[in-house]
């Protein structure tokens, strides 16, 4: 009983909030960006974006999980911790090819989502990977931009790859890729139910499958090149910003300058999201080559003695560390991979999740790199994708095309013109 009077109490005040809403000046004044805490790179690509507007034309908010804060403590009082998933829960069920969240939790997102909004009442909100709000924007009439890779578009045109999965250990990635193309529209659908489940109890239409409730809202606004995440028949709402580039404020480490430049540098991060079950290979191979590492720990593990040509860090740097290398050796997501291209240095992809496979099969198909899938690693793959890469100047000639596509694709300055065009239109 209790449950249904504070749901009908709840539609009174989205009701209420909504016909004030409808009855205001839509000029964009009041910005609200909301990320979801699952990896560093959903926090960090609104956060550039945020930075880059004019703080004399825009009150700015930025609201995110707890564990994230530190990242964003310049924004002050208009700071706003929100209950996010937890990164460990979230890898896990992608690990296992489970639905990211449960209806559960998206009712507690959504509620989290319409205190906010009803409390700041944006005029604007920008999302990344914060799926409630497909549901809490709408109830209350708030424009809503969603930020999103390409890849998850329902009109992208790449082929959709094989993840990682537990049965991939078992059947093998030829006979488990057979099935999962075959089944992969029901999977598409299942992964959407919860979320279209919510929208039924607020009285909003389902969305198709996993790719509307990843990029549903107002507006969609993908972070990408479009030749790496390519799309057809684009309604008008749907925008590529370009790839959003971010570095950790650090200091160069003490060893920065000791670095011997009479060998090939590799630079290696498995980043907040990729196997790290795969990093002690990794420096075992580069211990015995004749390279110097410098590896980005993102404080994920620990390791023992190291052999001299590897140096270690917590963080780095990323963009002037991918500068400096001759080869980057990463996860295969896409904060770490358009860091590389930008400097025009090719990859070594390990993906495990569907968007790293997804980026990383994209930057191969355009020869700026390549792919070993994270559970089939071993040290000759390695060695041998290594060689491959420095033996063929292809791959570096390949990212220095893409790194000069990305000039034409400046994020934060098209994101910039986006509301500017909104306030034209109001």
Same mark, same amino acid.
């Given at each position: 009983m209790k449950s249904g009077v504070e749901?009908?109490?709840?539609?009174?005040?989205?009701?209420?909030?909504?016909?004030?809403?409808?009855?205001?000046?839509?000029?964009?004044?009041?910005?609200?960006?909301?990320a979801e805490d699952v990896t560093l790179a959903h926090v960090t690509r609104p956060l550039v974006l945020a930075n880059s507007l004019d703080r004399s034309r825009y009150e700015i908010y930025f609201a995110t999980g707890k564990d994230s804060r530190y990242l964003v403590e310049s924004f002050g009082n208009h700071f706003y911790t929100i209950p996010t998933l937890s990164s460990t829960k979230f890898l896990d069920r992608l690990a296992k090819g489970k639905p990211v969240y449960t209806l559960d939790e998206l009712k507690i997102s959504v509620q989290a989502d319409l205190d906010l909004l009803m409390k700041l009442s944006p005029d604007l909100v920008a999302g990344d990977f914060r799926l409630s709000l497909g549901i809490s924007s709408e109830l209350l009439g708030i424009p809503y931009a969603a930020l999103s890779n390409a890849h998850w578009s329902p009109y992208a045109t790449a082929p959709f790859p094989l993840p990682e999965h537990p049965l991939v250990n078992i059947f093998g990635v030829g006979i488990s890729h057979f099935f999962f193309k075959m089944l992969r529209p029901a999977f598409f659908?299942?992964?959407?139910?919860?979320?279209?489940?919510?929208?039924?109890?607020?009285g909003l239409r389902p969305v198709r499958d996993l790719r509307e409730v990843y990029t549903y809202g107002n507006w969609s606004l993908y972070l990408d090149l479009p !030749?790496?995440? #390519?799309?057809?028949? &684009? /309604?008008? *709402?749907?925008?590529?910003?370009?790839?959003?580039?971010?570095?950790?404020?650090?200091?160069?480490?003490?060893?920065?300058?000791?670095?011997?430049?009479?060998k090939p540098i590799i630079y290696v991060t498995l980043g907040s999201s990729g196997n790290i079950t795969v990093m002690d290979t990794i420096l075992e191979v580069l211990g015995e080559m004749p390279?110097?590492?410098?590896?980005?720990?993102?404080?994920?593990?620990?390791?023992?003695?190291?052999?001299?040509?590897?140096?270690?860090?917590k963080f780095l740097p990323g963009v002037e560390a991918s500068k400096r290398a001759s080869l980057v050796i990463c996860s295969g997501g896409s904060a770490?991979?358009?860091?590389?291209?930008? !400097?025009?240095? #090719?990859?070594?992809? &390990? /993906?495990? *999740?569907?968007?790293?496979?997804?980026?990383?099969?994209?930057?191969v198909r355009e020869e700026a790199g390549l792919l070993i899938r994270s559970g089939k690693v071993t040290k000759v793959k390695i060695k041998r994708a290594i060689e491959d890469i420095f033996e063929n100047e292809d791959y570096q000639k390949a990212a220095s095309r893409l790194g000069e596509e990305m000039l034409q694709y400046d994020a934060p300055a098209r994101f910039s013109a986006f509301v500017d065009t909104i306030n034209e239109n109001a």
């Open positions: 749901y009908r109490q709840r539609k009174s005040r989205i009701f209420r909030y909504k016909r004030q809403v409808i009855n205001s000046n839509h000029k964009i004044r009041r910005i609200l960006f909301v659908k299942y992964h959407a139910a919860a979320f279209n489940a919510l929208r039924r109890t607020y !030749c790496l995440a #390519p799309t057809s028949n &684009l /309604p008008d *709402n749907h925008l590529y910003l370009g790839p959003v580039l971010w570095s950790p404020n650090v200091s160069f480490p003490d060893w920065w300058n000791k670095v011997a430049p009479d390279v110097t590492a410098m590896v980005a720990s993102a404080g994920r593990f620990d390791t023992g003695q190291l052999s001299k040509n590897i140096f270690l860090e770490t991979t358009y860091q590389a291209l930008a !400097c025009g240095t #090719p990859i070594i992809g &390990l /993906p495990s *999740n569907a968007d790293q496979y997804l980026t990383m099969e994209a930057i």
